[in-house]
């Protein structure tokens, strides 16, 4: 487990680190993909509801984003708990995993993530950032999600820990 | 969820924030990120350099297409700026004997600190040069043709977070270099504003935006932008022009504050 936690850290700084050095020179209309939170989403709606390990996902992820983000630190961790709490909530109501379950959970977590961002940096430090650039990143990560789900659908033996 | 899952999740997301609220209200989260930053920065510059060489390389691809048009576009242009060169020239020898003639000193020149950029979030970017090399907490940022970047917003041992102009809380005095016509320089989020200025002034496309120091923000006279488009509206009594700044991170390494 402590291995598996360790290796999860290290990802998510690694892409962090990538995120905020090398992929924004790649952003669409001012949108970069968020592959952290692309992660966590996939990691959360495969995960075995009777598991935590997608909260720690994203404490380990929210704390890497942080660290090179211009918010308040800790805000990217409240924001993906809570989005990870959602997608748990919503897997309850699922009857079945599949692709279509999948896109319709990943765009509202990834709008979900978004919108916290946006309050917590309203109420920290009273500037509003929901801007349409949002929506573009929705799609940019909800495409690169979807080759995620393939992807993980058929690698998921990782997350039986 | 099980209710006991339910006491695990919840007691998790209370530690969780209780341990970030301390970090913050401790100062401790600016120690945490200047060491993350200080760790990283050989990975992060290289990722840096990596992603505008590469990105480089595709606009290269994707300029060569428009080179024959944009070459002729380049020529006029030049032929236009070598007859507005020889007027200036004659105007600066004026001005030198004018200089002379009235005791006036030359301005003094700004006391500058190179630096280069590693990293970006939203809008600000990360530079390397912090508080050990004499940085300070809302010091303007430049590039070397004087274009305005933005202001230092968080200072680190070793490095610094830049506010760029088109953050929503970057607000600043600037005019129209053709004429007297002064406004306010808004950033709103992925882009910036030249706003509040008069209908009764002309605001023309491509006009060329300086800032102005009335509000001691930034030294008058850098480059901010240039107009992109005019919005009027007969209801208000202020027009607004979107501007496109100078700067531009994919083109921009090095760096200066102006100390």
């Known amino acids: 487990m402590i291995k598996k936690l360790s290796i999860l850290a290290i990802f998510f700084y690694a892409f962090s680190l990538f995120q905020s050095s090398f992929l924004i020179y790649f952003s669409i209309l001012g949108a970069v993909p968020n592959f952290i939170l692309i992660f966590v989403i996939i990691l959360s709606f495969f995960e075995n509801r009777r598991e935590n390990i997608g909260i720690i996902a994203a404490i380990l992820a929210g704390l890497s984003l942080d660290i090179f983000s211009s918010l308040v630190f800790g805000v990217n961790t409240v924001a993906l708990i809570l989005t990870v709490l959602f997608i748990k909530k919503a897997r309850c109501y699922l009857k079945e995993i599949n692709i279509l379950s999948f896109f319709f959970i990943f765009i509202f977590s990834a709008f979900i993530f978004n919108f916290l961002l946006a309050v917590f940096d309203f109420i920290l430090n009273l500037s509003f950032n929901l801007t349409n650039v949002i929506l573009i990143e929705v799609v940019y990560d909800l495409i690169l999600g979807i080759v995620g789900y393939i992807f993980f659908k058929k690698w998921n033996s990782f997350l039986k820990i | ?259």
Not at chain 2, 8 to 27: G, Q, R, V, Y
Not at chain 2, 66 to 85: D, G, M, R, Y
Not at chain 2, 214 to 235: E, H, T, Y
Request: with cysteine; glycine share 6%.
């Open chain 2, 1 to 259: 969820m099980k209710p006991s899952s339910k006491l695990k999740t919840a007691a998790i997301l209370i530690s969780t924030i209780c341990f970030l609220a301390l970090l913050n209200l401790t100062d401790f989260s600016k120690e945490i990120r200047g060491f993350f930053y200080s760790a990283s920065y050989p990975v992060q510059k290289y990722l840096w350099e990596s992603g505008s060489n590469i990105s480089g390389f595709f606009d290269f691809i994707i300029y060569l297409k428009s080179l024959e048009e944009k070459n002729s576009e380049l020529l006029s242009v030049n032929q236009k700026l070598l007859s507005e060169n020889v007027g200036l020239r004659e105007l600066k020898k004026e001005n030198e004997i004018l200089r002379k003639a009235f005791g006036i000193g030359l301005q003094k020149d700004f006391h500058l600190i190179l630096t280069e950029v590693i990293g970006k979030d939203q809008d600000f970017i990360l530079i390397n040069k912090g508080e050990k090399d004499g940085v300070l907490k809302g010091l303007p940022v430049i590039t070397a043709e004087k274009a305005l970047c933005g202001k230092v917003d968080e200072v680190y041992n070793n490095f610094s977070k830049v506010m760029l102009i088109s953050n929503n809380n970057s607000v600043f005095d600037a005019k129209i270099q053709r004429d007297e016509i002064y406004g306010v320089v808004e950033g709103k989020g992925n882009s910036t504003y030249f706003s509040f200025v008069p209908q009764v002034q002309e605001i023309k496309k491509e006009d060329i935006i300086i800032t102005a120091s009335l509000g001691g923000i930034f030294p008058a006279g850098l480059l901010v932008g240039q107009v992109k488009s005019v919005k009027r509206s007969d209801v208000i009594s202020f027009q607004e022009a979107e501007i496109e700044p100078f700067f531009n991170i994919k083109n921009t390494e090095n760096l200066f504050i102006i100390k």
